[in-house]
């Protein structure tokens, strides 16, 4: 094998296939912007594309949501927000599980070329959203649906059929200086 820059290796086969699973995960700031220049790359190339959000309520006024909508993705904020901020965690986690059934839905359909599941992890990893099921659904998706998964602490069982995994490291962090979201960056 050959070395690229990096840490990558160069395989001896290359072969194409009809779709890939795609997970930003880490503690670090882009993981869903990673994911926003996948949909525009998506869009660049005609693909129908779907986004459902499960921290973001539909109360968020997001540049990605606003332009995505103006390009047709079709997006749905399903979530209740920042869980750290909530009132009450079991609505919380009937709002994920809904989330849930209609991004079964969605996937199954066979209608988009690419998902993104934004923020998933966490609803995984509270425990509102069965891990197994979301392995089965993502590793039983049409043959041409692509999906990307964000979300802190990916678990591994989701990193093990992922065909790119990417962890986003915080190096430094604006909010930890106290300095606000700022829109048209981070929001």
Same mark, same amino acid.
């Given at each position: 094998?050959?070395?690229?820059?990096?840490?990558?290796?160069?395989?001896? !086969?290359?072969?194409?296939?009809?779709?890939?699973?795609?997970?930003? $995960?880490?503690?670090?700031?882009?993981?869903?912007?990673?994911?926003?220049?996948?949909?525009?790359?998506?869009?660049?190339?005609?693909?129908?594309?779907?986004?459902?959000?499960?921290?973001?309520?539909?109360?968020?006024?997001?540049?990605? !949501?606003?332009? &995505?909508?103006?390009?047709?993705?079709?997006?749905?904020?399903?979530?209740? &927000?920042? $869980?750290?901020?909530?009132?009450?965690?079991?609505?919380?986690? &009937?709002?994920?599980?809904?989330?849930?059934?209609?991004?079964? !839905?969605?996937?199954?359909?066979?209608?988009?070329?690419?998902?993104?599941?934004?923020?998933?992890?966490?609803?995984?990893?509270?425990?509102?959203?069965?891990?197994?099921?979301?392995?089965?659904?993502?590793?039983?998706?049409?043959?041409? $649906?692509?999906?990307?998964?964000?979300?802190?602490?990916?678990?591994?069982?989701?990193?093990?059929?992922?065909?790119?995994?990417?962890?986003?490291?915080?190096?430094?962090?604006?909010? !930890?200086? &106290?300095?606000?979201?700022?829109?048209?960056?981070?929001?």
């Amino acid at each position: 094998m050959t070395s690229l820059p990096g840490n990558y290796k160069e395989p001896a !086969e290359k072969k194409h296939v009809q779709s890939l699973v795609i997970i930003n $995960t880490g503690d670090g700031r882009g993981k869903s912007s990673s994911a926003w220049g996948i949909m525009l790359r998506a869009l660049g190339r005609d693909w129908k594309v779907a986004v459902v959000q499960y921290m973001k309520s539909g109360e968020w006024r997001v540049g990605e !949501e606003a332009i &995505g909508i103006k390009l047709g993705v079709h997006w749905w904020h399903i979530g209740a &927000g920042f $869980t750290w901020l909530s009132e009450d965690l079991s609505k919380d986690a &009937g709002v994920a599980q809904e989330a849930w059934r209609h991004t079964k !839905e969605v996937i199954n359909s066979g209608n988009y070329e690419l998902v993104i599941l934004d923020e998933i992890t966490y609803p995984i990893n509270y425990g509102w959203i069965p891990l197994a099921d979301v392995v089965e659904t993502v590793k039983s998706r049409p043959a041409s $649906t692509n999906i990307v998964i964000t979300g802190r602490n990916a678990p591994q069982e989701l990193i093990d059929i992922a065909d790119t995994v990417s962890r986003v490291e915080n190096v430094k962090h604006a909010f !930890e200086q &106290g300095i606000m979201a700022k829109r048209g960056i981070d929001f």
